[in-house]
């Protein structure tokens, strides 16, 4: 039985990639807007109901290339090592991703993943769908961080209204880094030319976290 249930995930997973990557080739070739779901479901060779019950919006057909990146920020929070600051945990893990050249970092200068930031970005619907992933992402994050807050004292504001503050803080932050690498590379820049740029940069944004959050560094 486990055996079963475990290739119908493979299966599964691969039909998600299978078509959000057909998606994503039409949309670079035509445009976002000239494609509809039914020619992607067509291209894939299944129907337009088939695909939404994989994809309930057309955005998220594009979206799913971040869809292992989705509450990354509260698992790395959730699996830092004992002793090690929500902060330090976070930072770390940045830094790496920067030294990677994780797409996710805007610090990816390769053509491809240059043309999908700028469907991404070009295209409203998909800019909005975005912001609903970081709002989840947000709320996630500030569930990993509130045991920092541990409970209110009198008069103090709520725990948990704080880690949401602080997790708002921090989602800024990694976007606000991320759109900065890529405006710079966008601009005419290579990622191994930004590279030393973005991890002071980077430095520079944790120091100000960590200033303005002592809970959590």
């Known amino acids: 039985m486990d055996g079963a249930g475990g290739l119908r995930e493979r299966k ?5 990639g299978r078509l959000s990557d057909t998606a994503i080739a039409l949309f670079l070739e035509r445009g976002f807007d000239r494609v509809t779901v039914a020619d992607v479901a067509a ?3 299944i129907s337009k109901p088939t695909l939404f019950r994989y994809f309930p919006a057309k955005e998220d057909l594009v979206l799913h290339r971040f869809a292992d990146h ?3 920020a509260a698992r790395v929070v959730a699996g830092r090592p004992e002793g090690r600051a929500p902060l330090e945990a976070l930072r770390r893990h940045l830094l790496d991703g920067l ?5 996710v970092t805007g610090l990816n200068d390769h ?3 240059l043309a999908f930031h700028r469907l991404l970005h070009a295209t409203p619907s998909l800019v909005a769908r975005l912001h609903t992933y970081g709002e989840r992402d947000e709320a996630a994050l500030a569930a ?4 920092a807050y541990g409970p209110a004292g009198d008069g103090e504001p709520d725990p948990a209204l704080r880690a949401r503050l602080a997790a708002g803080q921090v989602v800024a932050v990694q976007r606000v880094l991320a759109w900065e690498n890529w405006s710079r590379i966008t601009g005419g820049g290579s990622a191994d030319a930004r590279y030393g740029a973005a ?3 980077a430095e520079v944004a944790f120091a100000q976290l960590a200033a303005g959050l002592p809970e959590l560094a």
């Open 12 to 16: 599964k997973r691969l039909m998600y």
């Open 43 to 45: 291209a894939v060779d």
């Open 70 to 72: 989705e509450g990354e």
């Open 99 to 103: 030294d990677r050249r994780d797409p």
């Open 111 to 113: 053509p491809d993943v």
């Open 144 to 147: 990993a961080l509130a045991p």
């Open 199 to 201: 991890v002071a940069a």
